[in-house]
């Protein structure tokens, strides 16, 4: 697996022994993503809301909204509830190779903040979001 | 997340802060003379710019004769680094997951 993070994304290279359609569908079908990345109403559907649940209770950890899908791109945003005005962005690009599929996955504006969205997520630490903040932590390690 | 981390999220949420703690980690110290001549703003505006990247422990003033010197801390790179890991390594397993789940799927 190649890993390059640049200062403000993570961007990420695999192949797959599998065909490009196979893995198009398990990156935008219900069912699929919710057995791979985390328990999720996601629909691949170009406006479609999703939210990311974590595997223990019902809370909501990541919220966000497909941008962009057609065969083979797929964009979402991603917001991580602990700091809910941070817009960041999934991307996910599918080529045909050696019989398999080449999948790259960029997540980028890791580290886009601005005044409004810090004052926004500060001031939400207060607020409730505690018991939701741990199962974030719970959604990325598992 | 760590109390230093706000403090540190807090300092990176500023444009000019950002900028004034790249041009530090990029170049050697400035002075306070030099910072609010090259972003154009008041002396008294840097330092309270420099006061909050100074609590976040990104930038070190030190004292040199008449002016005060200003160092970037590598400290704080590093807490943004373990930041982008945790995602980092989310990405990891979810890609290896992926993977196991394509094998599985009919």
Redesign the interface.
């Given at each position: 697996?190649e890993?390059q993070?640049a200062q403000n994304s993570?961007e990420?290279t695999?192949w797959?022994p599998?065909s490009i359609d196979?893995?198009w569908?398990?990156?935008t079908e219900t069912k699929?993503v919710s057995?791979?990345?985390a328990p999720t109403n996601f629909k691949g559907e170009t406006g479609a809301k999703y939210e990311l649940h974590s595997p223990k209770d019902d809370c909501s950890v990541v919220a966000g909204v497909v941008k962009e899908s057609t065969p083979y791109t797929l964009v979402y945003s991603w917001i991580a509830l602990?700091h809910k005005d941070i817009e960041t962005e999934v991307k996910w690009n599918l080529t045909e190779e050696n019989n398999g599929t080449k999948?790259k996955?960029i997540?980028s504006g890791?580290?886009k903040?601005?005044?409004e969205?810090?004052?926004e997520?500060?001031g939400s630490f207060s607020n409730g979001w505690k018991r939701c903040?741990l199962q974030i932590g719970e959604v990325?390690?598992n | 997340?760590s109390e230093k981390r706000?403090k540190i999220?807090?300092a990176?949420?500023?444009?000019t802060r950002r900028e004034i703690f790249h041009l530090l980690i990029l170049g050697s110290a400035l002075s306070i003379s030099q910072l609010s001549m090259e972003f154009n703003i008041s002396r008294q505006g840097v330092t309270k710019h420099l006061k909050i990247l100074e609590e976040a422990e990104m930038v070190k003033i030190e004292p040199q004769g008449r002016e005060r010197f200003c160092y970037a801390s590598a400290h704080a790179l590093l807490e943004?680094?373990n930041?982008?890991?945790?995602?980092?390594?989310?990405?990891?397993d979810?890609?290896n997951?992926?993977?196991?789940?394509?094998?599985n799927?009919a």
């Open positions: 697996m890993t993070t993570i990420k695999q797959y599998h196979k893995v569908g398990a990156l699929h057995k791979w990345l602990n999948v996955m997540h890791i580290l903040y601005n005044k969205d810090a004052q997520m500060f903040f990325l390690n | 997340m706000n999220f807090k990176i949420a500023d444009p943004i680094k930041w982008l890991s945790t995602y980092d390594a989310f990405w990891n979810k890609l997951d992926l993977g196991k789940h394509l094998d799927m």
